[in-house]
C-alpha cells in the first residue's frame, strides 16, 4: 500500500481536497472578505436611507449599519450552513464599529473567522429633504367649508388627516407625498403638497371623514426639459352643515348628526331617524343650532301629542311627541323655537 502525502505540504493524508490535504485546503479559502472601512448614507434632516441607487425610508441606525456590512461581504461560493453574527459597537457620532463572527462549511469542512470593520456614515440631505428646504411643491389643498366658516375642529381634523395620509404613503416609499407647508387663514387652511397625487389622497381621505367634495384646477406654472409644468389647486369643501346643526329639510326638520353625500340626523318632529340623499332635498336651510336650545316645561302627554310651556310667552303649545322623549309632565324638556315652530331637542343623541 503506497502512502500517499500532500504535494504542498509533505504531510501524510487520506482525503484530499482539491488535491491538496485538509490543513493546505482550509488555508486558502477565505470564508468570507469585508473592507476594512464602508460607507452609508444617511439623511441628517429626515434619517432617510440610501441604499441601491435610491434614498429610501428612515430605520434604525444600527440596523442600515448591520445591511451595509451584509451588503460588502464577499463569500466563498462553496461555502453552506454560513451563520453569521454582526455586532455593531457606535465610536462616535458618524463612526461604528463592527464585529463579523462567521462560521460555515467548506466541502464538509467547518471553517470559522473573526473580523472587525468600520461603518463611516456619510450624511448628506435626501432628495426629499432638498425638495422641501428648495420650497418645491406640486398642488395646494385648500379647504374651506359650503357657505360657512370651517370650524376649529374640523381644520384639525383635517390636518391629521393630512399628516396620516401623508405618512402612509412616504411609508409606501411613494418619496414626494410630503406637505411642504400648511397655512391657517381665517378661511380655512391650504396644505402644500409635494406631489399631486397626494392633494388628491388627501381630499379624499378628508371627504370619507366628513363628507362634502373637490374641484381640481391646473395651473400652467412653466416648464421643465421642454415639459409643461402644473400646479393642481385644490378646492376642498366641506359640507354647509354639522353635527348639531338643526335644519328644514323640505318638509322636516333635523337634527344632524353627519352631512355629506347623505344627511343624517333625527327628525324633531317624530323623533325618528332621518336620512336622505343630500342632492335629493329641494329646499334645506339652517334653523339654528341644537346647543341654542332652552328649557321649558312639558305640560301634558297625551301620547300621541305633548304640551309645553312656551318659555317666552308662557302659553302652552300642543306639538307632536317624539318618539325619543321619556320625560314626565312637570319635567323640564330642552326645546328651540324656530321659523318652523317649537321642537324638542333630544337631551343626547342616541342612535
Ligand atoms: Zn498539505
Ligand atoms: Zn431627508
Known amino acids: 500500500m503506497t502512502a500517499l502525502f500532500c504535494p504542498k505540504c509533505g504531510n501524510n493524508a487520506d482525503v484530499f481536497y482539491e488535491n491538496v490535504c485538509k490543513n493546505c485546503f482550509i488555508k486558502d479559502k ?22 441601491r441607487g435610491k434614498w429610501s425610508t428612515k430605520e434604525d441606525e444600527s440596523e442600515t449599519i448591520i445591511e451595509c456590512v451584509k451588503g460588502s461581504l464577499k463569500l466563498d461560493n462553496q461555502v453552506s450552513d454560513l451563520d453569521i453574527t ?24 467547518p471553517v470559522e473567522i473573526e473580523q472587525d470593520t468600520e461603518v463611516r456614515i456619510s450624511w448628506e440631505t435626501c432628495d426629499t429633504c432638498s425638495r422641501i428646504s428648495g420650497g418645491y411643491f406640486e398642488g395646494i389643498v385648500q379647504v374651506r367649508a359650503e357657505k360657512r366658516i370651517p370650524t376649529k375642529e374640523e381644520l384639525g381634523r383635517c390636518k391629521d388627516i393630512a399628516e396620516s395620509v401623508s405618512a402612509r404613503s412616504q411609508e409606501k416609499g411613494d418619496r ?4 411642504a407647508k400648511t397655512e391657517e387663514l381665517g378661511e380655512g387652511t391650504d396644505f402644500y403638497v409635494g406631489s399631486i397625487k397626494l392633494g388628491k389622497q388627501i381630499c379624499r381621505a378628508v371627504i370619507d371623514v366628513f363628507g362634502g367634495k373637490f374641484t381640481e384646477s391646473p395651473k ?47 327628525d324633531l318632529e317624530t323623533g325618528k331617524r332621518f336620512i336622505e340623499n343630500f342632492n335629493d332635498l329641494i329646499q334645506v336651510k339652517k334653523l ?33 311627541r317624539p318618539e325619543f322623549l321619556s320625560a314626565e309632565p312637570g319635567n323640564e324638556i330642552k326645546i328651540v323655537k324656530t321659523a318652523k315652530g317649537i321642537f324638542v331637542v333630544p337631551e343626547k343623541i342616541t342612535f
Open 30 to 51: 477565505k470564508l468570507l472578505e469585508c473592507p476594512a472601512v464602508l460607507f452609508a448614507k444617511i439623511c441628517p434632516v429626515c434619517g432617510s436611507v440610501y441604499k
Open 176 to 179: 414626494l407625498a410630503f406637505i
Open 288 to 320: 339654528c343650532r341644537s346647543q341654542d336650545a332652552v328649557s321649558a316645561v312639558l305640560v301634558a302627554d297625551e301620547g300621541k301629542t305633548i304640551q309645553v310651556m312656551d318659555p317666552d310667552t308662557y302659553e302652552s303649545i300642543t306639538i307632536r
Open 86 to 109: 454582526l455586532s455593531p459597537k457606535q465610536l462616535d457620532y458618524s463612526r461604528y464599529r463592527v464585529h463579523i463572527d462567521a462560521k460555515a462549511m467548506i466541502k464538509g469542512m
Open 220 to 266: 400652467l406654472v412653466g416648464q421643465k426639459n421642454g415639459e409643461d409644468l402644473y400646479r393642481i389647486t385644490y378646492a376642498l369643501r366641506l359640507p354647509e352643515f354639522v353635527r348639531g346643526d338643526i335644519i328644514s329639510a323640505d318638509d322636516r326638520v333635523i337634527e344632524v348628526q353627519t352631512c355629506g353625500k347623505h344627511v343624517s340626523g333625527i
